[in-house]
Nanobody, 127 residues
């Protein structure tokens, strides 16, 4: 089993930055591909960013390319989402997700691709 706990959310003005963290349990964390998703009120859960188990491959939704960066530190069992130039439309609950093998790709963008989920952390961007 893998347990995921997100942190780092909060209230920030447009143009500001936040760094989200996702702390994972288990010594096999380094074998899991990871992703970040978000869900705003009244909207479906949306893919944000993904990273391969090795950390060598990343992928971003078009809406966040150039502004967000996903990274991982396997020694700390933690995945990060650095969010810069935040916009009001980035307001949502952000959740991290994990999956083990088999791996058919270096990254995964669908909710159904992931087995484990955190409870989410709220990010609110004011105008």
């Amino acid at each position: 089993q893998v347990q995921l706990v997100e942190s780092g959310g909060g209230l920030v003005q447009a143009g500001g930055s936040l760094r989200l963290s996702c702390a994972a349990s288990g010594r096999t964390f380094s074998t899991y591909a990871m992703g970040w998703f978000r869900q705003a009120p009244g909207k479906e859960r949306e893919f944000v960013a993904a990273i391969s188990w090795s950390g060598g491959s990343t992928y971003y939704a078009d809406s966040v390319k150039g502004r967000f960066t996903i990274s991982r530190d396997n020694a700390k069992n933690t995945v990060y989402l650095q969010m810069n130039s935040l916009k009001p439309e980035d307001t949502a609950v952000y959740s991290c997700a994990a999956r083990g093998g088999p791996y058919y790709s270096y990254y995964y963008t669908g909710s159904r691709d992931y087995e484990y989920w955190g409870q989410g952390t709220q990010v609110t961007v004011s105008s």
